[in-house]
T-cell receptor
Framework: ETGVTQSPTHLIKTRGQQVTLRCSSQ?????VSWYQQALGQGPQFIFQ???????GRGNFPPRFSGLQFPNYSSELNVNALELDDSALYLC??????????????FGPGTRLTVL | AQTVTQSQPEMSVQEAETVTLSCTYD???????LFWYKQPPSRQMILVIR??????QNATENRFSVNFQKAAKSFSLKISDSQLGDTAMYFC??????????FGTGTSLTVIP
């Protein structure tokens, strides 16, 4: 069974640029969530995708957007990068079950640095 | 708005001893889920234990157990027989019916040999 994978591992961008981060969910998982974890902080929920549609969103501006593909992999896109976007971006996959509270399996994250 | 508070930024415990990590949360909902996640220095987050709010019985997973006090909105994690591999950041998390997760700021636990 393959776990959650994320690419790239590290990324450096400049302010104003756009970035795409990728996530492959664990085999059989059709729900993917994205989180932003600033240094020394807990993860902040960005959004969740289920069956290719956004299924929940945290308090992030519209320049944070996502996609989920038929194979359940997912992308996180961030436009007009700001210095505060520098963080570890975590992807987590899960089975929806009844739609609530199933265990999430996390990937190793993508470290984004915005200069 | 939901919030999760972990008031202990750092804790340490002697190997084989017991330690309790605190977590409080704020919500107006009656049905939700609570979690403790562990993030070792290698970064990958893993689930430690899960509690459903409608269940009064405290969850246990081997050496890990919780003290869930719904009225007090408290959800502490007890680690018994602490092992060196328990050294990690521990995050308390809350999941609501709106499909949103809220994490606390974490407690850095060090197990001392």
């Amino acid at each position: 069974e393959t776990g959650v994978t994320q690419s790239p591992t590290h990324l450096i961008k400049t302010r104003g640029q756009q970035v795409t981060l990728r996530c492959s969910s664990q085999s059989g998982h059709n729900t993917v969530s994205w989180y932003q974890q600033a240094l020394g902080q807990g993860p902040q929920f960005i959004f969740q995708y289920y069956r290719e549609e956004e299924n929940g969103r945290g308090n992030f501006p519209p320049r944070f957007s996502g996609l989920q593909f038929p194979n359940y992999s997912s992308e996180l896109n961030v436009n007009a990068l700001e210095l505060d976007d520098s963080a570890l971006y975590l992807c987590a996959s899960s089975l929806p079950g009844l739609g609530l509270g199933n265990e999430q399996f996390f990937g190793p994250g993508t470290r984004l640095t915005v200069l | 708005a939901q919030t999760v508070t972990q008031s202990q930024p750092e804790m340490s415990v002697q190997e084989a001893e017991t330690v309790t990590l605190s977590c409080t949360y704020d919500t107006s909902e009656s049905n939700y889920y609570l979690f403790w996640y562990k993030q070792p220095p290698s970064r990958q987050m893993i689930l430690v234990i899960r509690q459903e709010a409608y269940k009064q019985q405290n969850a246990t997973e081997n050496r890990f157990s919780v003290n869930f006090q719904k009225a007090a909105k408290s959800f502490s994690l007890k680690i018994s027989d602490s092992q060196l591999g328990d050294t990690a950041m521990y995050f308390c998390a809350f999941f609501n019916t709106g499909n949103q997760f809220y994490f606390g700021t974490g407690t850095s636990l060090t197990v001392i040999p």
